[in-house]
């Protein structure tokens, strides 16, 4: 049974965050064995660091305490590793203000580079994936994550983090082949979870963000560390306690029958239910015995579609260039939308940097969403 704990932090102090990740830790240190002489590798999400306390990251404090917990633990040497999609590594964490601690630390830090095909597990949905194979030289692989709202997944916990071993390109070419099967992305996700299989997966929410995530969304207290030696798991405990009691890797996950027993122990927060982008497909994922042409028709139509705040656009084209389908241009200065070739991946809303886009239903349909989950809430 694997076990997933709870551990309450008020804020980002150094010795609220130590003590609380070392009492996530303790459990996952206990399964793994001693770490000393080890090399250990964190891959926190460093999606960008665009303000002080910028909620789309894994907190500066929080990696810099991690490390801390690894050496003080017996580690031979700790890495951060990860690969933002637009700038380095270094350079996010000297943003951060951590660069120079961690490096007095002996904490070496670098983007992922070594990209390889590799023939996934026999259970994987996929047979391949060309992903970072730093990894391998390491003792063990632990998972930072941080809790927030996804506008195609709805939530980002540790099993989606580990969409950063894939490389920039290589994320824009998944992203084409799934197109609008969610579930699909949830599959490959659940594969990439079932080939790196991290040791130690932490999620930081402490600070968590809701609505317009992953990159635009807006802080909300939380006042919790989580922790547990299986990323699916960790996911599969904390996503209900944010009101996501369907979340589409942990339902991929029971379909497949690879999602594992756990058992929640120490101090499980209370929490109210985030605030949640509007949802990528609501109709269309219902699993409405419909032919395929009008259920292809039904996503076109009903799916959340990008909206852009002209206001706080600043026309820098970043949205144009991280767009794997290419369906949006910039003209004037303000990006241009053509819908019809849209697959709703979310990356122009993830990377634009004023937060200026989001994904949108219309009307009708989130009143539909809303009657869904009233009548879900009133059937338990």
């Not at 709202?149 to 070419?173: D, P």
């Not at 944010?242 to 339902?251: E, M, Y």
């Not at 144009?320 to 200065?333: D, R, T």
């Not at 019809?340 to 994904?359: L, N, S, T, V």
Request: glycine residues 6%; hydrophobic residues 45%; neutral net charge.
């Amino acid at each position: 049974m694997t076990e997933v704990t709870f551990a309450r932090a008020e804020n980002y102090s150094r010795e609220e965050l130590y003590r609380a990740i070392k009492k996530v830790f303790a459990p996952q240190l206990e399964a793994f064995g001693t770490l000393e002489g080890k090399r250990v590798m964190l891959k926190p999400n460093l999606l960008a660091w665009k303000k002080a306390e910028d909620p789309a990251c894994v907190h500066p404090a929080f990696i810099v305490e991690c490390a801390r917990i690894f050496l003080d633990a017996g580690a031979a040497e700790v890495a951060v590793m990860e690969n933002p999609a637009v700038r380095s590594v270094p350079a996010i964490l000297k943003d951060m203000g951590i660069a120079d601690e961690l490096a007095e630390m002996g904490v070496m830090c670098a983007n992922f580079a070594d990209y390889k095909m590799r023939r996934l597990p026999e259970n994987a949905a996929f047979k391949n994936a060309e992903m970072a194979s730093e990894h391998l030289a390491f003792d063990c692989v632990v998972n930072l994550a941080k809790v927030k709202t996804h506008g195609m997944m709805t939530l980002t916990l540790a099993v989606k983090n580990l969409f950063g071993f894939i490389s920039g390109s290589e994320r824009l070419a998944w992203h084409l082949k799934v197109r609008r099967n969610f579930e699909l992305f949830a599959d490959f996700l659940l594969d990439l979870y079932l080939e790196v299989k991290p040791q130690f997966n932490f999620l930081d929410g402490v600070i968590a963000m809701e609505g317009n995530g992953p990159g635009s969304g807006t802080p909300v207290d939380c006042h919790f560390v989580a922790g547990s030696s299986d990323a699916l798991a960790l996911d599969a405990a904390t996503a209900p306690l944010l009101g996501v009691r369907d979340l589409l890797t942990v339902l991929q996950a029971e379909k497949r029958g690879i999602l594992p027993e756990f058992v929640c122990k120490g101090d499980i927060p209370q929490l109210l239910p985030l605030r949640l982008p509007d949802p990528p497909a609501p109709i269309s994922q219902w699993g409405l015995p419909l032919p395929t042409g009008i259920r292809e028709m039904l996503r076109d139509r009903l799916l959340a579609r990008p909206e852009v705040a002209f206001d706080q656009c600043i026309g820098c084209g970043l949205c144009a260039k991280m767009c794997p389908p290419q369906s949006l241009k910039i003209v004037n200065g303000k990006p241009q939308f053509k819908l019809d070739e849209c697959i709703r991946c979310c990356c122009c809303q993830e990377h634009c940097p004023k937060g200026a886009i989001e994904f949108k239903t219309n009307i009708f349909l989130r009143g539909v969403e809303k009657l869904r989950t009233l009548i879900s809430k009133l059937a338990r």
